[in-house]
């Protein structure tokens, strides 16, 4: 379908998914990697994590008010960009799943500490695949 769009119209409608790769390339392949070389511990996870989820929020905010008041082809498109965001969560749920079961099986555990790296390692593919999911 080919829509009669006014530039500006255009313009607004490309914010949401530009703020979403955004998210993607400033927490998950910049803060992340930075967190880990800095050497910042569990805080490492933390930091990426609320700079995204803060993000997320405001898309969803936005998707709520231009939904409510603004033009159908720009809130259309804010509501595909807080769609989106959706994939994101549900990877970010997987790996916090993951890591409390690594928590909770390695808290009395003499070898906990070299089991609780391996297991990070393994928890954070679900945020990985779904980071590359959400970049295609």
Do not use: Q
């Not at 008010?65 to 159908?72: A, Q, R």
């Not at 994101?88 to 916090?96: E, F, K, M, P, R």
């Amino acid at each position: 379908m080919i829509f009669d769009v006014d530039e500006s119209i255009r313009k607004r409608a490309k914010t949401p998914h530009e703020l979403s790769m955004v998210n993607l390339v400033a927490c998950h392949l910049i803060a992340a990697p930075a967190s880990i070389v800095l050497d910042i511990g569990f805080m490492g996870f933390l930091v990426p994590l609320l700079l995204s989820l803060s993000v997320i929020a405001f898309i969803w905010f936005r998707s709520g008010v231009e939904t409510s008041n603004g033009e159908w082809f720009v809130a259309a498109h804010w509501r595909l960009s807080a769609n989106r965001t959706r994939i994101l969560l549900v990877g970010y749920a997987i790996s916090a799943l993951i890591l409390g079961m690594a928590m909770l099986a390695t808290s009395g555990n003499s070898k906990g500490d070299i089991m609780m790296v391996a297991i990070t390692r393994v928890a954070v593919v679900p945020t990985l695949l779904t980071v590359m999911i959400c970049f295609v």
